[in-house]
T-cell receptor, first 114, second 115 residues
């Protein structure tokens, strides 16, 4: 079975500071990796995903994540955050060629302060 | 891009009544949809996988008779919470498989409050 660990439940930062949200996963088989963002009382929006190829993936709003197979990590980073980045961020995995079910971490609440 | 519409966004019902939540893929066909439940400040827990034209596959511990799932067409899946009780109060989110390679598109969620 797969599992996802998001080590930080809350991350407060100041505007324009860099941020890293950590995600580690456990799986005996190859996986796809995802980061989703959730704003209050809304569903999830895909931020970025790693399926294959380059281990560094980027989103359109400045976030990036790097797949590190040896460390089984997929940390999310942004060099300079905005107030509007305040949200809950979920890391998720699914098994390659498997049932397509997503297994989520518990989420990290990112709060960007002025 | 791919859009999934989920209705209602909020519902309050009396204990013992049933509530139906709809999940529609608006601009793509979704042979597979997923239903999740999210408790306050917690992650999403997969309840069931809904396949068009066949019975849903429920996760361990989820009561099939309480959470009825119907996926009658390629664009619509419904979740009916039967004989709702206060402990069923939660945020329910659907997701549709589609909208690009290994794409999952999520609905905006339904806040269910049972009083």
């Amino acid at each position: 079975a797969q599992s996802v660990t998001q080590l930080d439940s809350q991350v407060p930062v100041f505007e324009e500071a860099p941020v890293e949200l950590r995600c580690n996963y456990s799986s005996s088989v190859s996986v796809y990796l995802f980061w989703y963002v959730q704003y209050p009382n809304q569903g999830l929006q895909l931020l970025l995903k790693y399926l294959s190829g380059s281990t560094l993936v980027e989103s359109i709003n400045g976030f990036e994540a790097e797949f590190n197979k040896s460390q089984t990590s997929f940390h999310l980073r942004k060099p300079s955050v905005h107030i509007s980045d305040t949200a809950e961020y979920f890391c998720a995995v699914s098994v390659r060629g498997g049932s397509e079910k997503l297994v989520f971490g518990k989420g990290t609440k990112l709060t960007v302060n002025p | 891009g791919a859009v999934v519409s989920q209705h209602p966004s909020r519902v309050i019902c009396k204990s013992g009544t049933s509530v139906k939540i709809e999940c529609r893929s608006l601009d793509f066909q979704a042979t597979t949809m997923f239903w999740y439940r999210q408790f306050p400040k917690q992650s999403l827990m997969l309840m069931a996988t809904s396949n068009e034209g066949s019975k849903a596959t429920y996760e361990q511990g989820v009561e099939k008779d309480k959470f009825l799932i119907n996926h009658a067409s390629l664009t619509l899946s419904t979740l009916t919470v039967t004989s709702a009780h206060p402990e069923d109060s939660s945020f329910y989110i659907c997701s549709a498989r589609g909208g690009g390679p290994y794409g999952y598109t999520f609905g905006s969620g339904t806040r269910l409050t049972v009083v």
